[in-house]
């Protein structure tokens, strides 16, 4: 017979027992990954406008010596990171003299341009994904903007953006589309305007 506090001198907190250890789980002979039968799960390949870089691999010369080239082969479609995964547009308002006050008027920026602010509408998309689906914090947010996109991001901006993205949530605000483009420059120093 076990003792416990009503049969013996022992304390009642010595009646507080562990329970029995969970009995140790089986080991099935399966393992990880697929399994025989099992149908392949394969992804879906990407449209042809999803891809940005098509390579053509063939055999050599040599080995593909008596044998004829057909128009069909197969296709494989790895993803990478790119190499710069944030764009950058530079938008640059002209300067123009008013030859007789000698004033300079300068082109104003345009109104999606400033209304979008420093980043676009991706990248806002991306703050509330990471605020709300990834419950990420301010302060890791800017670690990843910092470390895996290369873009340092203040507090301060961050806070504008998430509610920004806030609001645009609840139906306040729309972000307006891209602008359109108005030349490359040669070179970061000068301009390159459409003729």
Same mark, same amino acid.
């Given at each position: 017979?076990?003792?416990?506090? =009503?049969? =013996? ?5 010595? @009646? ?7 009995? /140790? ?15 392949? +799960? ?5 449209? /042809?406008?999803? *891809? @940005? ?16 080239? !057909?128009? @069909? ?9 790119? @190499? ?6 530079? +938008? ?31 990248? =806002? ?9 990834? +419950? ?15 873009? /340092?991001?203040?507090?301060?901006? !961050? ?30 120093? =000068?301009?390159?305007?459409? *003729?």
């Amino acid at each position: 017979m076990k003792t416990h506090s =009503s049969n =013996s001198p022992k304390p009642p907190s010595s @009646d507080i027992v562990k329970p029995p250890p969970a009995a /140790p789980r089986r080991r099935g002979k399966r393992k990880a990954g697929g399994q025989p039968g099992h149908s392949k +799960h394969a992804r879906t390949p990407f449209d /042809p406008d999803r *891809v @940005d870089e098509t390579r053509c691999d063939e055999l050599s010369a040599k080995d593909a010596a008596g044998l004829v080239p !057909l128009d @069909d082969g197969e296709v494989f479609q790895p993803m990478e990171l790119a @190499d710069r995964p944030v764009g950058v547009t530079e +938008h640059r308002a002209r300067k123009y003299l008013n030859r007789v006050t000698g004033q300079i008027v300068t082109a104003p920026w345009p109104a999606a341009v400033v209304q979008a602010g420093l980043v676009g509408p991706r990248w =806002s998309a991306l703050i509330g994904y990471q605020k709300s689906a990834g +419950h990420m914090s301010d302060t890791t947010i800017r670690t990843f903007f910092k470390d895996v996109l290369g873009v /340092p991001v203040s507090p301060g901006y !961050l806070a504008k953006r998430v509610q920004t993205v806030s609001a645009a949530g609840s139906g306040a605000t729309t972000f307006p589309p891209t602008a359109p483009t108005c030349g490359r420059p040669t070179s970061p120093s =000068s301009f390159a305007w459409p *003729v």
